[in-house]
């Protein structure tokens, strides 16, 4: 096989190729009907980004879905869009930004192969079975291409598996690394079982803060499936303005986003919500993969001492217990995560810039900061909660 006989193109939106044959690269292991292990690059869950306006005019991520097809035959699929800023990515280059357009260089747009404001390691360069290679190489070249051909600035690929990051460097592309907190499950029968694994003053802190969570005067539930309805979603569109507005100043997502995921995705979440008097004060949002359960979006409409952790942190390692799921991702930063039994996980991308001399000085920096963070994460590691022989295991 050569890459001339690799046929590249571009998709201006999902529509124009089924949902059969993009989930067949993104998630073959579901075509049994079994779950997806990672549920942000399935065509139901970009599909649902691109009808609700999440993405798309007005929104800086414009669609631009790669397609890679040999003799004909669909063998690879990307997420791609065109940039107009460098918002909800997560792994951020502002500073690159910046510097590129002081010294007179124009750095928007720029392309972007990534899930939009998800923060999920995952599958970019999504190929068919058997073709994982030459799907990659050829993805990776086309994207290249496509940037270089338009005289863009840069490609970036967030959140990429160590795999693809690994196969990327050798293409030529530069390796970035970053950092998450996440929670393993190390076999645990329940939640008791993993506060054993615990020091004795973290365990007493976790109990304490769960305690103080339950006294908020209501109930905490976990929907899922069947049992979500439309009030509930109503609540928690609430409850994401209110967050979405203090952090971003505008939210990411659309209203009519949670409405399809509820017709379509609805077996894939797991909403925590609080209620007290009737109402519902406090939920957070997680997605289901296969092994994984992703913490997204939290919010509120009252405060409550350690609800906050309850929903998002506590309530999810029970979920991930009782459905035998390996790890809660826990979602971007937040070094307060470390003392509830989330470690610090490394996260990569890859990245080029078409300037040589700026591509320079940016791989230089990105090798003092793989220093740092490895740095970093070997010594939080050893701050954590766990008991010594428990640390050893994690690791």
Same mark, same amino acid.
């Given at each position: 096989?050569?890459? #001339?006989?690799? !046929?590249?193109?571009? &998709?201006? %939106? @999902?529509?124009?190729?089924?949902?059969?044959?993009?989930? $067949?690269?993104?998630?073959?292991?579901?075509?049994?009907?079994?779950?997806?292990?990672?549920?942000?690059?399935?065509?139901?869950?970009?599909?649902?980004?691109?009808?609700?306006?999440?993405?798309?005019?007005?929104?800086?991520?414009?669609?631009?879905?790669?397609?890679?097809?040999?003799?004909?035959?669909?063998?690879?699929?990307?997420?791609?869009?065109?940039?107009?800023?460098?918002?909800?990515?997560?792994?951020?280059?502002?500073?690159?930004?910046?510097?590129?357009?002081?010294?007179?260089?124009?750095?928007?747009?720029?392309?972007?192969?990534?899930?939009?404001?998800?923060?999920?390691?995952?599958?970019?360069?999504?190929?068919?079975?058997?073709?994982?290679?030459?799907?990659?190489?050829?993805?990776?070249?086309?994207?290249? #291409?496509?940037? !270089?051909?338009?005289? &863009?600035? %840069? @490609?970036?690929?967030?959140?990429?598996?160590?795999?693809? $990051?690994?196969?990327?460097?050798?293409?030529?592309?530069?390796?970035?690394?970053?950092?998450?907190?996440?929670?393993?499950?190390?076999?645990?029968?329940?939640?008791?079982?993993?506060?054993?694994?615990?020091?004795?003053?973290?365990?007493?802190?976790?109990?304490?803060?769960?305690?103080?969570?339950?006294?908020?005067?209501?109930?905490?539930?976990?929907?899922?499936?069947d049992d979500l309805r439309p009030e509930h979603w109503d609540a928690f569109w609430h409850f994401y303005q209110d967050t979405g507005a203090r952090k971003w100043g505008t939210p990411y997502l659309t209203r009519r986003f949670f409405d399809l995921v509820h017709e379509r995705?609805?077996?894939?979440?797991?909403?925590?919500?609080?209620?007290?008097?009737?109402?519902?004060?406090?939920?957070?949002?997680?997605?289901?993969?296969?092994?994984? &359960?992703?913490?997204?979006?939290?919010?509120?409409?009252?405060?409550?001492?350690?609800?906050?952790?309850?929903?998002?942190?506590?309530?999810?390692?029970?979920?991930?217990?009782?459905?035998?799921?390996e790890r809660v991702e826990a979602g971007a930063q937040g070094d307060h995560k470390l003392a509830r039994g989330y470690l610090p996980t490394p996260c990569h991308s890859l990245h080029w810039v078409r300037d040589p001399g700026f591509s320079d000085a940016i791989e230089e920096?990105?090798?003092?900061?793989?220093?740092?963070?490895?740095?970093?994460?070997?010594?939080?590691?050893?701050?954590?909660?766990?008991?010594?022989?428990?640390?050893?295991?994690?690791?």
């Open positions: 096989m050569t890459s #001339q006989e690799i !046929e590249i193109t571009l &998709l201006p %939106s @999902l529509r124009e190729i089924s949902a059969q044959d993009w989930d $067949a690269c993104a998630c073959p292991e579901a075509a049994d009907g079994s779950r997806a292990i990672d549920p942000f690059t399935t065509y139901r869950f970009l599909l649902a980004l691109e009808e609700s306006g999440s993405v798309g005019p007005g929104s800086g991520w414009q669609p631009q879905y790669l397609v890679a097809r040999m003799g004909g035959v669909l063998i690879a699929v990307a997420p791609m869009y065109a940039k107009g800023h460098s918002q909800g990515e997560y792994i951020f280059d502002h500073n690159w930004a910046h510097a590129y357009e002081r010294a007179g260089g124009r750095y928007y747009p720029k392309l972007q192969v990534a899930v939009p404001f998800t923060p999920a390691t995952g599958r970019r360069f999504l190929t068919r079975p058997g073709f994982e290679d030459v799907g990659t190489h050829a993805l990776t070249q086309g994207a290249v #291409q496509l940037a !270089e051909n338009n005289g &863009l600035s %840069s @490609l970036h690929i967030t959140f990429c598996t160590e795999t693809e $990051a690994a196969r990327g460097a050798e293409l030529g592309l530069m390796r970035r690394t970053s950092q998450q907190y996440h929670w393993l499950n190390n076999g645990y029968a329940d939640f008791d079982a993993f506060l054993a694994s615990l020091n004795s003053r973290k365990r007493k802190n976790i109990r304490k803060e769960r305690n103080q969570a339950q006294a908020f005067g209501g109930t905490i539930t976990t929907l899922t499936g995705m609805a077996d894939d979440v797991a909403l925590v919500l609080a209620e007290r008097d009737g109402r519902y004060i406090a939920g957070a949002l997680n997605f289901i993969g296969r092994d994984t &359960l992703f913490g997204r979006y939290w919010g509120c409409a009252e405060h409550h001492p350690c609800l906050h952790f309850e929903l998002c942190y506590y309530a999810a390692i029970d979920y991930a217990i009782a459905h035998g799921l920096y990105l090798k003092a900061e793989r220093a740092a963070i490895e740095e970093d994460i070997e010594i939080l590691t050893s701050y954590g909660p766990f008991r010594k022989n428990d640390v050893e295991e994690q690791q």
